[in-house]
């Protein structure tokens, strides 16, 4: 099938590079427009934009995609489906009648579970075990379409969301090749989703990030695992910003009062309400990620440090 893919993260290179080395041909490629990045705000162009013009592929990065305009373009390009994978824009229902097998996007999570912009997060936010892939059809909903393919997948007790993300965009880029190849072959089945059992993933915002160390020590760790590394869950130590990104497992130990550190010579520990968690990477203000270890052999924690949260007016913690 011709095929025009859409997708603008790091996320969606696996399924770009797998459809590229099939069967399939893609004719083009949708991604927002290069942004600014870095210190110096330089134009830089998506991760998909870089890979479809080393492979040679049309781009189109338009601003919306209802105008006339880039609609046509589209028509141009007779794509005959057109996979989607994090691509951040909403297609209009025009661009949508245009493919004759339509848009089909691979979402990482099991629908109706997890709608929206951050499913991975938020599975590992929920303290979750597993969570999966869909590739659903996209209609005028927000990912309420039906369902064409799906796979489970296991969450690591000490897995982050990115870890769990970079993960999850390898073994969906097969789901996704199989769900375009069913639509091929005519073989495609379509279930309805149970819009009574859906949940919502909103994306995350850094005042969601804050650390509530009075939370028992299972939800501190969901905390922190399901916001690393963006936006990166935070704390404070003597009124300076501190992102804690990764835990690990922990010693049989006393508990600490909420916040209070203590450093081993091989781990930093934290209390929390209930027990301990042990903190596996952080970055100080400024500075880049760290083993915590290395952190407090630099930082000469006095007696009684204590990471602090103050809960401000219309946060969530």
């Given at each position: 099938?011709?095929?025009?893919?859409?997708?603008?993260?790091?996320?969606?290179?696996?399924?770009?590079?797998?459809?590229?080395d099939s069967s399939h041909e893609v004719v083009g490629v949708l991604t927002r427009a290069d942004a600014p990045s870095g210190r110096g705000r330089t134009l830089r162009p998506s991760p998909v934009k870089s890979l479809a013009l080393e492979a040679g592929v049309p781009?189109?990065?338009?601003?919306?995609?209802?105008?006339?305009?880039?609609?046509?373009?589209?028509?141009?390009?007779?794509?005959?489906?057109?996979?989607?994978?994090?691509?951040?824009?909403?297609?209009?229902?025009?661009?949508?009648?245009?493919?004759?097998?339509?848009?089909?996007?691979?979402?990482?999570?099991?629908?109706?579970?997890?709608?929206?912009?951050?499913?991975?997060?938020?599975?590992?936010?929920?303290?979750?075990?597993?969570?999966?892939?869909?590739?659903?059809?996209?209609?005028?909903?927000?990912?309420?379409?039906?369902?064409?393919?799906?796979?489970?997948?296991?969450?690591?007790?000490?897995?982050?969301?990115?870890?769990?993300?970079?993960?999850?965009?390898?073994?969906?880029?097969?789901?996704?090749?199989?769900?375009?190849?069913?639509?091929?072959?005519?073989?495609?089945?379509?279930?309805?989703?149970?819009?009574?059992?859906?949940?919502?993933?909103?994306?995350?915002?850094?005042?969601?990030?804050?650390?509530?160390?009075?939370?028992?020590?299972?939800?501190?760790?969901?905390?922190?695992?399901?916001?690393?590394?963006?936006?990166?869950?935070?704390?404070?130590?003597?009124?300076?910003?501190?992102?804690?990104?990764?835990?690990?497992?922990?010693?049989?130990?006393?508990?600490?009062?909420?916040?209070?550190?203590?450093?081993?010579?091989?781990?930093?520990?934290?209390?929390?309400?209930?027990?301990?968690?042990?903190?596996?990477?952080?970055?100080?203000?400024?500075?880049?990620?760290?083993?915590?270890?290395?952190?407090?052999?630099?930082?000469?924690?006095?007696?009684?440090?204590t990471f602090t949260h103050h809960q401000q007016d219309g946060e969530q913690a």
């Amino acid at each position: 099938m011709r095929l025009l893919f859409a997708g603008t993260p790091e996320a969606a290179l696996p399924s770009l590079r797998t459809l590229l080395d099939s069967s399939h041909e893609v004719v083009g490629v949708l991604t927002r427009a290069d942004a600014p990045s870095g210190r110096g705000r330089t134009l830089r162009p998506s991760p998909v934009k870089s890979l479809a013009l080393e492979a040679g592929v049309p781009v189109l990065t338009p601003s919306t995609l209802r105008d006339e305009e880039i609609q046509q373009e589209i028509r141009e390009l007779a794509p005959d489906a057109a996979p989607v994978v994090a691509y951040g824009a909403m297609v209009p229902q025009a661009a949508l009648d245009i493919p004759r097998h339509g848009w089909v996007n691979l979402h990482f999570s099991l629908l109706p579970q997890w709608r929206g912009a951050a499913p991975a997060q938020r599975a590992v936010l929920a303290g979750s075990r597993s969570t999966g892939l869909s590739v659903f059809r996209i209609e005028k909903g927000l990912d309420t379409g039906d369902v064409l393919r799906s796979a489970p997948t296991d969450i690591g007790e000490f897995e982050t969301a990115g870890e769990l993300l970079d993960r999850m965009a390898i073994q969906g880029a097969q789901v996704l090749l199989d769900a375009l190849d069913a639509l091929e072959a005519g073989t495609a089945t379509s279930t309805p989703q149970d819009h009574s059992l859906a949940t919502h993933a909103a994306k995350l915002t850094p005042a969601e990030a804050h650390i509530d160390w009075t939370r028992p020590a299972e939800e501190v760790a969901a905390h922190i695992r399901g916001m690393s590394p963006q936006p990166g869950a935070w704390t404070e130590l003597d009124g300076s910003r501190t992102k804690i990104l990764g835990v690990e497992a922990a010693p049989e130990h006393a508990p600490l009062p909420p916040g209070r550190i203590e450093a081993t010579r091989r781990q930093v520990l934290v209390g929390t309400g209930s027990d301990v968690v042990a903190v596996s990477t952080l970055a100080p203000a400024g500075k880049r990620p760290m083993r915590a270890a290395d952190w407090a052999r630099g930082a000469a924690l006095p007696p009684g440090a204590t990471f602090t949260h103050h809960q401000q007016d219309g946060e969530q913690a």
